[in-house]
């Protein structure tokens, strides 16, 4: 059989496997379905399909891509894809032997996370323009971005019905499928009102949406899109022009600890599965700590 074929047929019924059990979004799926196919190009050019992989051809694979400019990170996700692949052909009884497992996962530097100052927020958050329709909504998605922390999908996906003017919430749905509610806060609000009393309904031209957040055409905003909206008003308030949503959702978790939250509520508010993905944030605290003891310490 052309391992060509046979490939495909086994990442197609695996990754309809992790969306029936698991509940991963898209773009999730879209990585591992990269990440697998690429590994099964490299083994059919050696007339192997993935189900006759050995452990030696997958580190072979793992140390092409680093000499062709892999970063440590991308080589990890990879290998990450490949175990949770070879788990599920074990657990079908595909396969007898996981190949991949012993192959160490390349270390990387746990890089801190690049944030804003709260006066470079205020100047991003003031950027569009709010005597327009589009700066009107721009403005609203940059006030609620830094006041929830949302991923930048869970805000272009943002329905009406899951937001919650009067109690002054947001019901997001995340990762695996998993809500939360997190609260938006007065300017957030106030921005929103705005966008949806005064533009919405110009930006929707007589159409129907369940997004908030739509565009000139009347459609939903996109990832995409976004991102690059978030670029254009970095570099009207003179910021970083490498700026991302993600930055804002830096900032986001950032300031808070900044201010005295503790970390097991930021990880709720970012909706993160386990405790150990916020804990990147901890130097924020270590770093507020030790100016309050310079501060008030008597020997300080």
Do not use: C
């Amino acid at each position: 059989m052309d391992p060509s074929a046979s490939n495909e047929a086994f990442i197609a019924r695996f990754l309809d496997t992790l969306w029936l059990e698991s509940g991963l979004s898209h773009n999730t799926l879209v990585a591992y379905r990269t990440d697998l196919e690429a590994l099964a190009g490299f083994l059919a050019s050696r007339g192997v399909s993935l189900v006759d992989a050995q452990r030696f051809q997958l580190q072979e694979f793992i140390g092409l891509r680093f000499d062709r400019g892999d970063s440590a990170s991308t080589a990890a996700r990879s290998l990450s894809s490949y175990r949770r692949f070879y788990r599920y052909l074990v657990r079908e009884g595909m396969i007898d032997r996981d190949p991949s497992l012993d192959i160490v996962s390349p270390k990387m530097p746990r890089p801190l996370p690049r944030s804003l100052t709260e006066d470079d927020v205020d100047q991003l958050l003031a950027a569009p323009q709010s005597d327009k329709a589009l700066g009107l909504r721009d403005r609203a998605m940059l006030e609620t971005l830094y006041a929830t922390g949302l991923r930048v999908s869970e805000l272009v996906n943002l329905q009406m019905e899951e937001l919650n003017m009067q109690s002054g919430v947001v019901r997001v749905v995340g990762k695996g499928n998993k809500e939360r509610l997190v609260p938006l806060g007065e300017r957030a609000l106030d921005a929103l009102e705005s966008y949806l009393r005064n533009a919405r309904r110009e930006l929707l031209g007589g159409k129907s949406s369940a997004a908030v957040f739509v565009t000139a055409r009347g459609g939903p905003m996109s990832r995409q899109a976004f991102w690059h909206l978030v670029k254009r008003y970095a570099l009207k308030a003179g910021l970083n022009a490498k700026m991302s949503p993600h930055t804002l959702r830096h900032a986001f978790a950032t300031h808070l600890l900044n201010h005295g939250a503790d970390l097991r509520s930021v990880q709720m508010l970012l909706g993160h599965a386990d405790l150990s993905t916020t804990q990147i944030y901890t130097h924020v605290a270590r770093e507020r700590l030790k100016r309050l003891h310079a501060q008030h310490h008597p020997r300080g």
